[in-house]
């Protein structure tokens, strides 16, 4: 029988079996980056959710733990955050040492409320406290904790309001209403995952919207602007990805840079998507920044092995320049410049192998757009699967794009215009079986260099 393979992925985090979606608790903590997730322990379906555990210590490679946080009888345990309550504010911590505290969102019959768990061997291990925080509603949820001058701050959502609360507390424990923000910008669906950090002396809020997002289904969006220790006020906002899979990013606690991760998916066809002994998969880690109130994200990753030349001032036309196949034999890291152009440029990535024919990923430039299409799949049963999405490329990168596309089992991530614009996408392939090709319609371009780079992990 004809079936799609899910691909495992050499450089995202997935999983070793079952069901992933948000990354939760995202903290740099003694040298280690800890990555928890929403995760059933039991199925490859959404359900019985509780916060698996992974850790890196270079954002790569990443050692899957026990479950940390597990449903029970009372809750599930969605998502939040993590912070090290270093002075002990919380009074949680053993002989007065500061414990990581876990902020989640405790959701059953009765309601969705914030909770308290903490953990003083460093996160291996973790103790229920019990409900801080509750509104007596159905949608309150996410909780991002951050420390702000000489107390913490809380941001969650109404999820169904599209609203963002903000809370202070001084011990982690009891929390004090401080503003409301929102509905504001996109507003087509529910708001959930919001995050709010410094960058220089503006502030970001991100936040992940499902549907609403123009690739269709669930994404993610930012606003940039002032946050004055009660309230936040946008000045403006943008897509925070253009591609269909990108969603429930947040950031990093006990960085000074910012780093997010986001859930590799869309939550309108994650269930469809093949099934393997585990489901989900999380983008590369990003450094965010800005630029002219702007965000700019980079991976935040360095791959072990040195980038090579493959391709040299390249002049596109009408026939194929196509990436030796060589260099697709593992996931890869692909960097290129494409300059002029009066043309249309076209990138297309597509199966070799007919039994495992996987949805071909079309990436167009053309007038300063950017437009990526995925095919359908004849085994995905989902009429949004199919994506086109289109962004335009600010004016300043237009006559030399470049781009700086990551080929994975299963994904292909692209930073592009040197990282003000990133487009994430799934494919459900496997590289191996994949041919990349480039040409260009209605003209000449010149590709001015070509260079790839070995993507490896040890632990795949
Ligand atoms: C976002 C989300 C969160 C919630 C979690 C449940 O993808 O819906 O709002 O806490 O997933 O798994």
Redesign the pocket.
């Known amino acids: 029988d004809l079936a799609r393979v899910a691909a495992r992925p050499k450089i995202h985090f997935a999983p070793q079996r079952n069901w992933m979606?948000?990354p939760n608790g995202l903290i740099f903590h003694d040298g280690v980056y800890h990555l928890f997730f929403?995760h059933n322990p039991e199925g490859t379906a959404?359900g019985n959710?509780s916060w698996g555990h992974a850790t890196s210590t270079d954002l790569i490679d990443w050692t899957e733990h026990a479950v940390a946080l597990r449903y029970d009888s009372d809750a599930q345990i969605?998502?939040g955050s993590i912070v090290s309550d270093d002075t002990n504010t919380s009074g949680l911590g053993t002989d007065g040492r500061g414990p990581l505290v876990a902020l989640y969102?405790a959701?059953s019959e009765g309601g969705q409320a914030q909770a308290v768990a903490w953990s003083d061997d460093g996160g291996t291990t973790w103790t229920k406290y019990g409900v801080v925080l509750d509104r007596g509603t159905s949608d309150f949820?996410?909780p991002k904790v951050f420390r702000y001058e000489n107390h913490w701050v809380m941001v969650t959502v109404e999820?169904a309001d599209r609203q963002i609360h903000l809370y202070r507390s001084d011990d982690l424990l009891r929390w004090e209403h401080l503003s409301a923000f929102g509905p504001q910008g996109p507003t087509e669906g529910i708001w959930?995952?919001p995050d709010l950090f410094p960058i220089g002396d503006d502030w970001v809020m991100a936040l992940?919207v499902?549907p609403g997002h123009p690739a269709g289904g669930s994404g993610m969006l930012y606003f940039v602007g002032h946050f004055d220790g009660t309230s936040f006020a946008a000045q403006r906002w943008d897509w925070l990805d253009h591609g269909p899979d990108y969603?429930?990013g947040v950031t990093f606690s006990g960085l000074d840079e910012r780093v997010m991760i986001g859930?590799l998916n869309n939550?309108i066809y994650a269930h469809d998507l093949p099934d393997a002994p585990w489901q989900g998969s999380m983008a590369l880690p990003r450094a965010l920044t800005l630029r002219d109130g702007r965000l700019i994200q980079t991976p935040a990753i360095v791959p072990t092995e040195a980038s090579r030349q493959v391709a040299r001032d390249v002049a596109l036309g009408a026939e194929e320049w196509v990436l030796p196949a060589d260099a697709l034999q593992t996931a890869v890291r692909l960097q290129m410049t494409i300059a002029s152009t009066a043309a249309t440029v076209a990138l297309t990535l597509e199966s070799v192998e007919e039994d495992q024919a996987a949805p071909s990923v079309h990436l167009t430039y053309s007038e300063g757009e950017l437009l990526l299409e995925r095919a359908s799949d004849a085994f995905i049963d989902n009429e949004l699967f199919p994506v086109t999405a289109s962004v335009l490329v600010p004016e300043e990168h237009r006559d030399a794009l470049d781009l700086d596309i990551w080929i994975d089992a299963g994904s292909v991530e692209i930073f592009a215009a040197a990282g003000s614009l990133t487009l994430s996408v799934l494919t459900l392939a496997d590289y191996r079986r994949r041919r990349l090709a480039i040409c260009a319609r209605g003209g000449e371009a010149l590709m001015t260099e070509v260079r790839v780079t070995e993507l490896r992990s040890s632990a795949h």
Do not use: K, P
Request: glycine letters at 0%.
């Open positions: 979606n948000d929403q959404w959710m969605f998502s969102t959701a949820r996410d999820a959930e995952c992940s499902n969603y429930a859930w939550w």
